[in-house]
C-alpha cells in the first residue's frame, strides 16, 4: 500500500483515509453523495450526519449509518440501559447493512463507500464480506481506516489501495483517475 502520489493518475482501485476523529467520516460522506448527485451509481454506507435523521428523532448521529443507495438510516447502537458497561454495537445491525452494501453490488454499480475499517473487520466480521464483494465485483472502493486497525489493512488490502488524506479535492482526484481508467478499459 503506498501514499497517493502528488502528482499523475493514481490506479489503486481502492482509497482509503484514515481516520480517527469524524472528518474522514464527513469527507467520506460528503464524496458519496456528491458522486450520487452527479450520477454515479454509489452503493455503500457512511456515518450518518445530523442531516441524515428523521425530524425529531433523539439519537445521536454518530452511532447512525446512512445507506447511500437507498437513504435508509441504520443504528447500530442498542441501548444497555444505564450503567451498562458492556459494548453497545448492535453486530445484528450491522450485519443488515453489510447485506444492504452486498445487495446494491449485485444490484448494479459504479462505486462502492464503506465506512469503516476497524476492529469488527479486523476479526473478520463487520462490513468484512462487503469489502470481499466490492473487490470481487472489480468495484472502486472508498473507505475510512481506523488508526488501530491500519495494520491489518495494510495486509488485506496490499497493493489494490492507496492512502488518500481526509480531504474530499484528494478523494476526488482519486476517483476522476479510476473513472476515467475505467472508461478507457470498457
Do not use: Y
Not at 63 to 70: A, M, N, P, Q
Not at 95 to 111: M, N
Amino acid at each position: 500500500m503506498r501514499d497517493m502520489p502528488s502528482d499523475g493518475p493514481v490506479s489503486a482501485p481502492i482509497a482509503a483515509m484514515c481516520g480517527g476523529d469524524r472528518s474522514a467520516a464527513e469527507v467520506l460522506r460528503a464524496f458519496a453523495l456528491a458522486r450520487k448527485a452527479r450520477g454515479v451509481r454509489v452503493g455503500g454506507i457512511v456515518a450518518a450526519a445530523v442531516a441524515d435523521l428523521p425530524a425529531g428523532a433523539q439519537s445521536d448521529a454518530r452511532s447512525i449509518l446512512l445507506d447511500v443507495s437507498t437513504g435508509e438510516v441504520i443504528p447500530i447502537r442498542q441501548e444497555l440501559g444505564p450503567g451498562s458497561q458492556s459494548c453497545n454495537l448492535d453486530t445484528g445491525a450491522l450485519a443488515r447493512a453489510c447485506a444492504a452494501v452486498e445487495r446494491a453490488i449485485a444490484g448494479g454499480v459504479d462505486l462502492v463507500v464503506l465506512n469503516k475499517f476497524g476492529g469488527q473487520e479486523v476479526a473478520r466480521r463487520g462490513m468484512m464480506s462487503a469489502f470481499h464483494a466490492a473487490a470481487a465485483a472489480g468495484l472502486p472502493i472508498a473507505c475510512v481506516v481506523s488508526p488501530k486497525a491500519a495494520d491489518a489493512w495494510r495486509v488485506f488490502a496490499a497493493e489494490l489501495a492507496v492512502w488518500v488524506p481526509p480531504d474530499l479535492a484528494a478523494l476526488e482526484a482519486w476517483w476522476d483517475d479510476v473513472a476515467a481508467l475505467r472508461r478507457t478499459a470498457a
